[in-house]
T-cell receptor
Framework: DAGVIQSPRHEVTEMGQEVTLRCKPI?????LFWYRQTMMRGLELLIY????????DSGMPEDRFSAKMPNASFSTLKIQPSEPRDSAVYFC?????????????FGPGTRLTVT | QKEVEQDPGPLSVPEGAIVSLNCTYS??????FMWYRQYSRKGPELLMY????GNKEDGRFTAQVDKSSKYISLFIRDSQPSDSATYLC?????????????FGSGTKLNVKP
């Protein structure tokens, strides 16, 4: 298996632009997570899905952020409009609710820079 | 107050040293405790997990949980340069919120040859 795939790996955009981050979870996994990592705040859970349904979005910072999971193999995190304080590394992770459900498999991350 | 607090580091030790990494957590309902390792420019990967209190050993690594004091520890024996990474502790909310993980901010470890 190729693991969790994220694209793009790097994104540089100007303030006010729309940014879309993409994630393909590991096949067969039924949970998908979006995290944000910064030096100041560490790794924070933004939202997670179970069987394509959003379960907990309490970590989404504000209405500028939205996430969708139209099917089991694809999810997007959108920021519109983007601001410099959104600069961070965004990780997608997936897991399977089974014997090893404590293990979340992380993608390589998308490094977002908003200027 | 953050759900999980972690010693900020960075921590620099000579090869072969014993390393102790520590976290505290706030919610007594947390039952699952994990250590993730993150190499530079990579995503975190699970290193060890424990359920409730006690110790768990895996090779050179030992994870320890003391629920009475809400304290989580990771010990690395005979540390190697390849152990140089950021170590993140994590907990989860138990049976009804199992998949919501709370991560510490990470301790950066450098093992010098």
């Amino acid at each position: 298996d190729a693991g969790v795939i994220q694209s793009p790996r790097h994104e540089v955009t100007e303030m006010g632009q729309e940014v879309t981050l993409r994630c393909k979870p590991i096949s067969g996994h039924d949970y998908l997570f979006w995290y944000r990592q910064t030096m100041m705040r560490g790794l924070e859970l933004l939202i997670y899905f179970n069987n394509n349904v959003p379960i907990d979005d309490s970590g989404m910072p504000e209405d500028r952020f939205s996430a969708k999971m139209p099917n089991a193999s694809f999810s997007t995190l959108k920021i519109q409009p983007s601001e410099p304080r959104d600069s961070a590394v965004y990780f997608c992770a997936s897991s399977f609710r089974g014997r090893s459900s404590y293990e979340q498999y992380f993608g390589p991350g998308t490094r977002l820079t908003v200027t | 107050q953050k759900e999980v607090e972690q010693d900020p580091g960075p921590l620099s030790v000579p090869e072969g040293a014993i390393v102790s990494l520590n976290c505290t957590y706030s919610n007594s309902a947390f039952q699952y405790f994990m250590w993730y390792r993150q190499y530079s420019r990579k995503g975190p990967e699970l290193l060890m997990y424990t359920y409730s209190s006690g110790n768990k050993e895996d090779g050179r690594f030992t994870a320890q949980v003391d629920k009475s004091s809400k304290y989580i520890s990771l010990f690395i024996r005979d540390s190697q340069p390849s152990d140089s990474a950021t170590y993140l502790c994590a907990t989860s909310g138990g049976l009804y919120n199992f998949n919501k993980f709370y991560f510490g901010s990470g301790t950066k470890l450098n093992v010098k040859p």
